[in-house]
């Protein structure tokens, strides 16, 4: 029954910016932005639970709820190209690299012959190989921003 009320393909459902488990995730997240007046905590701030920002996006969400994935093409100040990896966080027992995989056939379903793109913060992890889990899903490190961010980049395959 699940399968008719949801667009669901592997471990990912796709779902609306704003969905509270998908929220609740990126909270968790190191890159969450916490603002200085607490709306995300203010209950009847009817945006709190919105995470992407401005531009096209896409929210995936894992069957379990354990995972999250948002992908966004947006004009990236830094001048990056593509669609980008906003945030990604994994606490289930699934290896993120698995869901990595998973999570690039909506992007590319979306947005074809794209490149993606995403920035890890290497001091925020504690990981001695950050983007770790990207790299093991084919992803390649294609530099640094100003801000000294990792960027870790997958073009799509040729068409031939």
């Known amino acids: 029954m699940i399968a008719t009320l949801f667009d669901i393909e592997g471990y990912w459902v796709q779902i609306k910016d704003g969905n509270?488990?998908?929220?609740?995730?990126?909270?968790?997240?190191y890159s969450c932005y916490q603002y200085s007046?607490?709306?995300?905590?203010?209950?009847?701030?009817?945006?709190r639970f919105l995470v992407l920002g401005p531009g096209e996006k896409q929210a995936l969400l894992s069957v379990d709820g354990n995972a999250a994935f948002g992908w966004r093409k947006f004009i990236d100040k830094s001048g990056q190209q593509g669609v980008n990896c906003a945030f990604f966080r994994n606490e289930s027992t699934v290896k993120s690299s698995f869901l990595i995989l998973e999570a690039?056939?909506?992007?590319w379903r979306r947005w074809p012959r794209e490149r993606l793109y995403t920035y890890v913060n290497p001091a925020a992890i504690k990981s001695s190989n950050p983007g770790y889990c990207f790299q093991k899903a084919g992803w390649v490190k294609c530099?640094?921003?100003g801000?000294?961010?990792?960027?870790?980049e997958k073009l799509p395959v040729s068409d031939q």
């Open 20 to 29: 509270t488990l998908f929220s609740q995730l990126y909270i968790r997240h």
């Open 37 to 47: 007046d607490k709306r995300r905590q203010q209950y009847g701030y009817r945006n």
């Open 104 to 107: 690039e056939k909506f992007a």
């Open 143 to 145: 530099g640094f921003t």
């Open 147 to 152: 801000g000294g961010l990792l960027i870790l």
